[in-house]
């Protein structure tokens, strides 16, 4: 026990936080092992089970092997119940099943809550998840509830549409890319009440918990004097300036391509869609492989910048892009400072925003070459989407992941993980404590460009 207690105060939480999401992830290979998972007559590998589950945990959607023609019924319940793990967020799920059991929230508790929502206040994490696990189940169960009635015009039976409508409004709204169509969304290419619905939970998924929170309060007026946080005003305002332009590129680029000889609106909801998709949720309603390669580098780098902070998805998060951007357009104009809805963002998130994208950078440059490597079937324009959905989280892919080599597959495992956990944690995760410097050299200026 002295042994014990001695190691754990050893471990920083940001490496509790990574270990606990070590721990979901063999918690759900094992569920997705359990003897009836899988169709009868269907095997699977240990190393595609594993694959499975981190996809399932990190919400990422991309599966080396056909979801609808490998699980059962009761296979499919499985990966649901990860997704809702995976989205909601490991500690929150802890946390939540505390509260449920009467059990008191430490100290150290509140803390990895705090590491795992990007919150920087111990202060309210607790109301924070049960606000986010309040918010997630109602809009999945309207979701559901929407897609389950619509769907009954495609499925003979209630049964199968509701399920259908379930499983599609969990997988929106998880941004989890799972699918039991074998097809994704592309049999409802020209539906667009179900692409409307879909967006919107992709939307409300993917652009933050504590917008929705806040969003939730203006509009029941409990607060009075109630202002946005500008947390909330940089994702919202950097989430539809990437959409609007995301789906203006890719109109344009396939206006050209695969778009060509299409109805205006019906290219118009292809673009928007995909455009909303890519943020991190990969499900398509059309086939991506048909794509230009134009468009599938752009797609990359909407994948690559992902979801929000405090959100179900992953990338390098859209408020790192929008404060490296906004550092570059004051740097431009000769100001030290940064500037935006008259507040002033601190330092210290401009050097963890250039810090992620450098080594996010790194990390897909690196997994390219392995992959280039290892995965001589695919072209490079392949290899670097499928990288690059792994990293945000999205789960599109141009056909290659079911051929991935053992190699492959690890490379892609460990994307989809960092994904998830967030560079900032997991780097944090590999240095241990902090420890600040108590002393100071003289400063010298360097030469630069």
């Known amino acids: 026990m002295p042994f014990r207690r001695k190691t754990t105060r050893k471990i920083t939480p940001f490496q509790a936080l990574v270990s606990y999401y070590f721990i979901a992830i063999a918690t ?3 569920l997705l092992r359990i003897p ?16 499975t589950a981190v996809s399932a945990v990190s919400v990422t959607g991309l599966s080396t092997v056909n979801v ?8 499919l319940g499985m990966i649901l119940l990860v997704l809702q793990f995976g989205a909601i967020g490991i500690m929150s799920i802890g946390t939540f099943l505390w509260l449920l059991v009467g059990k008191k929230i430490g100290m150290r508790e ?6 795992d929502h990007n919150q920087y206040n111990l ?7 049960q606000e986010i696990v309040k918010i997630l189940f109602i809009i999945e169960i309207i979701g559901a509830f929407i897609l389950s009635i619509h769907f009954k015009r495609y499925f003979e039976t209630w049964e199968d549409a509701i399920i259908n409508g379930v499983f599609a409004s969990i997988s929106a709204t998880t941004n989890g890319g799972f699918d039991i169509t074998g097809m994704s969304l592309q049999p409802f290419h020209l539906d667009y009440f179900v692409q409307i619905v879909t967006m919107v939970l992709i939307v409300l998924g993917a652009i933050g918990f504590p917008v929705l929170i806040e969003v939730k309060t203006f509009l029941l007026k409990k607060d009075r004097a109630f202002r946005f946080s500008l947390f909330t005003k940089i994702t919202t305002a950097t989430y539809g300036i990437l959409f609007v332009v995301g789906a203006i590129v890719i109109l344009i680029i396939e206006s050209f391509h695969s778009f060509r000889g299409m109805k205006w609106h019906e290219a118009l909801f292809s673009a928007m869609y995909h455009s909303v998709s890519t943020r991190s949720a990969g499900l398509t309603t059309y086939d991506v492989r048909t794509f230009s390669e134009a468009t599938d580098i752009f797609m990359s780098f909407l994948m690559f910048i992902g979801a929000s902070p405090s959100s179900v998805g992953g990338g390098i998060r859209t408020t790192t892009f929008a ?14 400072v940064i500037q935006i809805f008259k507040r002033e963002i601190h330092l210290i998130d401009v050097f963890r925003s250039f810090v992620v994208i450098i080594l996010a950078l790194f990390m897909v440059m690196v997994a390219t070459m ?25 789960g599109m892919s141009l056909g290659i992941t079911e051929n991935l080599s053992p190699i492959g597959k690890i490379i892609i495992i460990i994307l989809m993980f960092v994904g998830r956990v967030g560079l900032i944690s997991f780097l944090y995760s ?3 404590k902090s420890n600040k410097v108590k002393y100071n050299y003289p400063k010298e200026r360097v030469i630069i460009g």
């Open 28 to 30: 759900s290979f094992l």
């Open 36 to 51: 009836g998972v899988h169709m009868e007559g269907v095997e699977v590998s240990y190393l595609d089970s594993l694959f």
């Open 68 to 75: 609808s023609q490998t699980y059962s019924g009761f296979g």
């Open 110 to 115: 509140r803390q990895l809550i705090m590491i």
């Open 123 to 129: 202060s309210g994490v607790v109301q924070l998840i």
């Open 323 to 336: 404060i490296a951007i906004l550092f570059l357009i004051s740097y431009a104009r000769g100001r030290d």
């Open 370 to 394: 392995i992959l280039l490597i290892t995965e001589q079937h695919a072209t490079t324009i392949q290899i670097v989407f499928e990288i690059t959905s792994a990293f945000g989280t999205c």
């Open 430 to 432: 590999l240095g241990g």
